[in-house]
C-alpha cells in the first residue's frame, strides 16, 4: 500500500516507517522537524544519538535496498500537506505529527496555544486534504489514553451506551483530559468524528497508552536507524525515565503519591498495532476508536519493578516521591478496556523482568551522556510562568 507517514522523523513515527518499509509498504515521510527544534529550544537531546532525516533514509536504503520518499512540510500549511496528498495518493495515512509532551504544552500561554494550533489546525488540514484529493484514504490517527482522564467508572474503547430518563445512546465516552496537550487530543478526535459524518471520511482514532522500548528489529539494524531515547523532565516518558534514572543511579523520581494508574504499551506492539488497523481499514464514514494499550500500571508499581531489577545487575537503584509538578489524582480507580486491537490480532508484549532489563542495559551503554539535570520536573501545572529550568539542586530523598 501507499502510506503517508506525517511526523516520521519522531520516536514513534521513524520506527513505524521502517517497520511498514520492511513490510513491503511504499512509505512516504512528511515532517517539519520541529521536534529537533525543540532539543535545540530546552537543550535537550535523545540520549541515543539520532541521524539526520537524510542519514536515516540513505542508511535505511543501504540495508535494506528498500526506498522511503520524504519531504520536510509542516501539516499546518495546508498547500503543503495538500501537494503530498495530490502527488504521492496515499491509501493510508498514519498521523503522528504533533506536538506530544503534556509537560511542554503546560510552560506556559505561548507553548499552550502553539501546542493547540499545531495539533488541531493540523489535524483540521489533513481532513480536507484527504476529502479533495484522497477521499478513500484511511486516516489512522494517534489520539491518547490521556483523553479520557481517570473516571471512576470502566473506560470504554471511544463509546458508551447511556440509559437516561427512559431511553439510551451509544456516546462519545466522556473526555476529562489533564493538559492542554490532551485537550488538543480531544478537539482533533471531536473534528475527526465530524468529518466521518459529513464526508464520509474513514478513520481508526487510536488513543494510545504511554508507549516503553527504544529499539526494534528495524532500528537494530545499523546505528543510524535509531530512533529517539529521551530522558528529560519534558519528552521522557514514565518507564523510559525510569530505566534511564536507574541506569545513572539518579533515584526514580515518582510524582506525588505515586498511585497514578495509566495504559502502557511496548515499542513493538505499538507498531504491530499500527500495520493491523491498516490491514482492516474503517469502513466509508466509519469513526472508530481503539484504546491502544496492553497492560495498566501504577508509577509505583512501575518504579518498584524497575527499582528490582537494577538492583539485580548492581546498581544503586531507590525511587523517591517528589512534589507533583501536575494537576490530576493521585489516588483513583482505572480500569480501562483494549481488547479491539487483540481481536484484530495482536499479541502483546508484556512487560517483563527481560524486557526491564534489556531497556535498563541500553540506557547503561549511553550513561556517560546523561544530563542529571534534565531530569528534575520544573513545570508546574499551577503557575502560568514556568520556565524549563536547568537545576543542579537534583532531588532530595
Ligand atoms: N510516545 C508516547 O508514549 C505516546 C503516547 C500516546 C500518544 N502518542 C502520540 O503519538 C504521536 C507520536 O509521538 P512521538 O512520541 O513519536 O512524538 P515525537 O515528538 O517524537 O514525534 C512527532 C513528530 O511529528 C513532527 N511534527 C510535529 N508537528 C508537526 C507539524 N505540524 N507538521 C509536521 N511534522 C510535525 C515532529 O517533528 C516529530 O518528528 C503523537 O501524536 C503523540 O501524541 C505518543
Not at 148 to 174: A, C, M, Q, V
Not at 177 to 186: E, G, R, T
Not at 218 to 236: K, N, S
Request: net charge negative; with cysteine.
Amino acid at each position: 500500500m501507499r502510506i503517508l507517514i506525517l511526523g516520521g522523523d519522531g520516536y514513534l513515527g521513524w520506527a513505524q516507517s521502517l517497520y511498514l518499509s520492511s513490510k513491503g509498504h511504499d512509505i512516504f515521510i512528511f515532517d517539519n522537524l520541529m521536534r529537533r527544534h525543540f532539543d535545540l529550544e530546552h537543550n535537550f537531546s535523545s540520549l541515543l544519538p539520532i541521524a539526520t532525516l537524510q542519514e536515516r533514509v540513505k542508511a535505511w536504503k543501504e540495508v535494506s535496498g528498500r526506498q522511503i520518499q520524504f519531504r520536510i512540510g509542516d501539516t499546518t500549511d495546508y498547500e503543503a500537506i495538500a501537494a503530498v496528498f495530490r502527488e504521492f495518493q496515499p491509501e493510508a495515512v498514519v498521523h503522528f505529527a504533533e506536538q506530544r509532551s503534556a509537560p511542554y504544552s503546560m510552560i506556559d500561554r505561548k507553548h499552550a496555544v502553539f501546542t493547540q494550533v499545531n495539533n488541531v489546525v493540523g489535524t483540521l488540514n489533513v481532513l480536507y486534504a484527504i476529502k479533495e484529493f484522497t477521499p478513500a484514504c484511511h486516516l489512522v490517527k494517534l489520539g491518547t489514553m490521556g483523553e479520557y482522564g481517570t473516571p471512576n467508572i470502566d473506560i470504554e474503547e471511544g463509546f458508551i451506551e447511556i440509559h437516561h430518563k427512559g431511553r439510551s445512546d451509544i456516546l462519545p465516552y466522556p473526555k476529562q483530559p489533564n493538559s492542554f496537550y490532551h485537550l488538543s487530543k480531544v478537539h482533533d478526535s471531536h473534528n475527526i468524528m465530524f468529518c466521518c459524518k459529513i464526508w464520509g471520511i474513514r478513520s481508526t482514532d487510536l488513543n494510545q497508552g504511554i508507549v516503553y522500548g527504544f529499539e526494534t528489529d528495524e532500528t537494530v539494524l545499523d546505528p543510524r536507524l535509531a530512533t529517539r531515547m529521551d530522558y528529560d523532565q519534558v519528552y521522557g516518558t514514565a518507564l523510559n525515565r525510569f530505566c534511564i534514572q536507574a541506569s545513572v543511579d539518579y533515584p526514580l523520581t515518582v510524582y506525588g503519591q505515586g498511585q497514578q494508574t495509566r495504559g502502557y504499551i511496548n515499542l513493538r506492539d505499538a507498531i504491530r498495532c499500527i500495520e493491523l488497523a491498516i490491514a482492516s481499514p474503517a469502513q466509508e464514514g466509519e469513526y472508530r476508536v481503539f484504546n491502544q494499550m496492553t497492560e495498566q500500571f501504577s508509577l509505583l508499581e512501575l518504579a518498584e519493578m524497575v527499582v528490582k531489577q537494577a538492583q539485580e545487575v548492581g546498581l544503586h537503584a531507590r525511587m523517591v516521591h517528589v512534589a507533583n509538578p501536575r494537576v490530576e489524582a493521585e489516588e483513583h480507580y482505572y480500569n480501562a478496556a483494549h481488547t479491539r486491537l487483540i481481536d484484530l490480532g495482536l499479541e502483546p508484549h508484556l512487560l517483563s523482568g527481560s524486557v526491564l532489563q534489556s531497556l535498563i542495559n541500553l540506557a547503561i551503554t549511553q550513561r556517560e551522556h546523561i544530563d542529571p539535570e534534565l531530569i528534575v520536573p520544573t513545570v508546574n501545572w499551577r503557575t502560568t510562568k514556568n520556565e524549563v529550568v536547568h537545576t543542579n539542586d537534583g532531588v532530595s530523598e
